[in-house]
C-alpha cells in the first residue's frame, strides 16, 4: 500500500488552519497570538531539520552515528529536565544525565531484545524512534518529578527536619517526598493508559497505520511501548532522585540551598 | 557516646536539692563562643551555655535573635558560623548529629509533620528502623488522656486537626519515642491556658529530663529553671 506525500499545498492549507485561532484571539483579546505563531513556526522549523537529519541517519545507518544521536538526545532531555525547574543545572545535570543514560539504554536492549526479538540495536529505523518515545516520555515524567520533590522539600522542610528527630535515617525521612513525586509522574500516564485506543490513537499507532501496516501490527507495537515506558518514567524518576540526592544533600543531611536558583 | 568525666560547670544554683546533686553532673550539650551571622549581620556573638543532665533552661529573646538557630545546631540542621556545639563532650559533626537525632527529641511549633490519618502517621514514626522495637500502643492512651485528646482523634485526617490539636500529637509522638533531652521551640504558643501549663508541668516534673526550651509563656518561667536571654540588644 503506498503512502500518499502531503503536497506543498497541502501543507499550505494546514498552516491556514492556524487562521482560525488566530481570528478568535483576535476578537476576544486573548493575548497568545505571539506565542501561537512563534511555537508552531518553530516546531516546523524543527521538524524540518529533523526530517533532514533522519533521512541522512536512516541513509548512513551507521550503529556509531546513531548512538551519538542518542547522546544528543539524552544530553537535550537532561538538560531541559534541569532548566525546567530552576534548579542549580552545573550541580544536578550529570546525574540527571546519568539517569536518562541508564534508564534509555537498559529498556532500549530490553525492547529490542525480549520484545522486538531481532531488531537490532543498531538499526536506525528503530533505534531512533523508540529510544525518542522512551526519552520524551520519561523526561515529562522525570522534570515533574524531580521538581517535586526538591519543592516539595523545601515547602515541607519541617516534615523532613521532624522525620529526622523522629529517629529516620536521611532516606526513611525522604520516602514521602519521593512517593509524592513518583505519584505526579506517573499519574498522567496512567489517565493516557486508561483512555489509550478508544479516545485517541498513539502517535506510533497513526504512523503504523498510515504507512500501511495492519492494525493488529500496530497495536501490538502499541500496547509493548506503553509498557516499556512507564516501566521506563518510573526506574528514570527513581534513579534520578537518587542520584540528585547523593549531590543535594550535606552531610548532615540538610539540603544545599544551593541547588535553588532562586529563593 | 559515653558521657565525659569532666564535671558540668553549668551553674545550677542553691535550688538543686543535695540527693540530685551526684547524678546532675553529665553534660550534655554545651555551646562554645557561637556566633550566627545571618544576611551578613551578627544576630548571635560569643554565645557559651552548658547544659547538665537534668537542666532546665529557658532561651528568652525577641524573635529574630537566633533563639530557633540556636536550638537547632543541638540537633545538627543548623551549624555555628564561628565556634562550637558540643553533645556529651563531643563536638557535634556529621556523625555524632545523627546519632544525637536518635537520643534527643527536637518539637518545634511547626507542626507540619506530615499528612494522613493521625494512627498511620504516628504508626509510620514507629515503623524506622530505630524506632521499631519500642512499644508505644500501650502508652498512647494514657498521653491522649493526660493531654486531653480523645481517642477519635486517631482516625482523623492530620491536617484537618487544629493548631492546638497538632501540636499536641506531635509532643505526644516525641514523648512515645522515650527520649529524656528535649528541644522545645515554641511548643505552647498554640495551646489554650490550661493545657500550656500541663504541657510545661510535664516537661519541667521530670527531674532526670534534660530540657532547652524557648517559650513565650509565663508558664515555663518558675522556680528551678534557668532563664537566658539571648539578642535583645
Redesign the interface.
Known sequence: MATPDIPVTGLFFAFLLLAIPIFIMHKTRLPMIKETVWSFLRMSIQLALAGVFLTVLFEYNNPLLNVLWLCVMISVAAYETVRKQELNIRKLYLPTIAAFVIATTLFLIYFETLILQGGGLSEARFLIPIGGMLLGNSLGGTIIAVSLFYNDLRRNENRYVSALSFGAQRTEALLPHFRTALKSALKPSLGNVAVMGIVFLPGLMTGQLIAGLSPMTAITYQIALMFTIYTATTVCVTIAIIFTSYISFDEFGMLHKEIFLRK | MQAGDKQCECSRGHFLRDKEAHIMEEEIIRYDNVSIVFDGKTIIEHFSLPVCKGDKVILRGPSGSGKSTLLKMA???A?PDTGTVSYRMHEID?DT??TI??E?????Q?????EGIVRELIAG?FA????RTIPYQDSLGEYLTMFSLDETILDKDFRSLSGGEKQRI?II??LL?GRMIFFLDEITAALDGRMKSRVADYFLSHEDWTVIAISHDDVWYREGVRIIPIGGK
Open positions: 540537633q545538627g540542621y551549624r556529621a548529629a545523627w537525632r536518635q534527643t527529641a527536637y518539637i518545634s511547626d507542626t507540619n509533620i506530615g514514626v524506622y528502623a530505630a524506632n506531635v509522638i516525641s519515642l
